[in-house]
């Protein structure tokens, strides 16, 4: 274990979990990466980002017309928006977009974002009481806006929040991932979907790509302390733009990077090259929490008795000044060849319940579907599975959202009946939800 501390600064720390013993041959390595970032505050963004800078923040609001109906679902988001504009932080820099086909600036409305305090926080409110509903929906207008927005501003952390009611129908795909892919890395983003007439696969993909939150609020009522919630979450972030930098020796093969939890979140494909043995992995941005990350790599083959370094993880943050990045923690993968089989055969507790977890958001999705697909076979089968791995691994969130879908008959063998009716919220909340995992029990 590695840790980076400093007075007033994050301290992070970096924890590998293995088992690091190969059979003869054996090329195949998994280790279980936990990150933890403690006793943060607005000083050591300071200090790490060499800046006093603060966060920024766009909340971007749907104003299409399906809005209106329910007239609660408007006013809803207007009281959500206050509420999170009331959390925002002293000195915190802000604006407010109103979302249709195309993005409008709220508040403050000049190209630029306010800083929070009591007299701008009383006009942003005012400014929101003139929301109404009406036009279509183009998300990818409102994430474009909202990045030119928060570069603007010299902040060290930039975040937004997005609210949507319905289908992206007014932008063909390509133009939302275009804005996705221009926005990724800039600033993070946290999505929720009010109501049920939204796309989940949309909805978690924007999440996913801004490295945010995805939620639904099946209830207009309950999106203001969802809002208040997601904005005090913001303030708590103090360290952006942190990498996983995974540096492996010649002959060794990446298998897969992938957040574990609190969600699964597939890192892989979003390799950048770093040196000519190692790549960076985006996290995001980081307060006081803890994550884990699973690793996997393939190593040459080797005899008995003989060992090597299969990975090294490096938690690396960008310097403001352009020079080396600021190492924050890091962590070794070993692989050692033995002739004992109990060693080599062990599975590690941490690595064995993450492959579960990763297996139970699968066929979460696979199982839903089946199931909109007519499937009902194959629905039954995954989702089945599905209702074995939260019962096996503790998830008992996700056990209660399964129990909504299917009618559990032994939860031990994954035996199961597919309910004749579900609710669409209750559909809905187990695929946005379906990769939120447990960690390890103690």
Request: hydrophobic letters at 40%; one cysteine or more.
């Amino acid at each position: 274990m590695a840790n980076f501390s400093k007075s007033n600064v994050p301290q992070f720390s970096v924890d590998v979990y293995q088992n690091e013993f190969l059979p003869e041959n054996g090329r195949e390595v998994n280790a279980i990466v936990t990150v933890t970032s403690t006793g943060g505050g607005t000083s050591g963004r300071a200090a790490l980002s060499g800046s006093d800078a603060d966060a920024g923040v766009v909340i971007m609001v749907d104003c299409s017309g399906s809005m209106e109906y329910p007239p609660t679902k408007m006013r809803g988001a207007r009281d959500a928006t206050a509420a999170a504009i009331d959390a925002l932080r002293d000195g915190t820099s802000f604006a407010v977009v109103a979302g249709t086909h195309v993005a409008k600036e709220v508040y403050p409305g000049d190209g630029r974002l306010a800083v929070a305090g009591p007299a701008t926080r009383g006009q942003a409110k005012d400014a929101l009481r003139r929301l109404s509903a009406g036009g279509g929906t183009a998300i990818g207008t409102w994430l474009r806006l909202a990045d030119r927005l928060l570069g603007s501003a010299e902040v060290s952390i930039r975040h937004g929040i997005l609210l949507t009611d319905g289908r992206n129908e007014h932008e063909s795909p390509e133009d939302l991932r275009a804005a996705l892919d221009a926005c990724a890395g800039r600033f993070t983003c946290d999505a929720r979907g009010v109501g049920t007439d939204w796309e989940v696969k949309e909805v978690t993909g924007i999440a996913s790509a801004l490295l945010g939150t995805a939620d639904i609020v099946a209830d207009p009522q309950g999106l203001t302390a969802d809002f208040t919630a997601m904005m005090e979450n913001t303030m708590g972030k103090e360290v952006a733009d942190v990498a996983l930098r995974l540096w492996t020796p010649v002959g060794v093969e990446i298998g897969f990077v992938k957040q574990v939890a609190p969600t699964v979140e597939e890192l892989t494909a979003r390799r950048t090259e770093a040196t000519a043995r190692a790549g960076d992995y985006p996290t995001g941005s980081w307060g006081d929490e803890s994550r884990d990350y699973h690793v996997c790599v393939r190593v040459p083959q080797a005899g008995i008795g003989q060992e090597m370094l299969a990975a090294r993880v490096t938690l690396i943050v960008p310097d403001p000044l352009g020079d080396a990045p600021k190492t924050l923690g890091q962590g070794l993968v070993r692989a050692v060849w033995t002739d004992d089989m109990a060693m080599s055969t062990s599975i590690n507790p941490q690595v064995a319940h993450y492959t579960g977890q990763a297996e139970l958001a699968q066929v979460i999705q696979q199982g839903l579907d089946a199931r909109k697909s007519g499937d009902h076979d194959g629905a039954t089968a995954k989702l089945g599975r599905a209702v074995q791995l939260a019962a096996a691994s503790g998830n008992e969130d996700t056990a209660k959202l399964l129990s909504k879908v299917v009618d559990v008959v032994d939860a031990a063998t994954g035996t199961v009946r597919l309910k004749a009716k579900v609710a669409d919220a209750d559909e809905m909340t187990l695929e946005t939800r379906s990769t939120k995992t447990v960690r390890v029990k103690k």
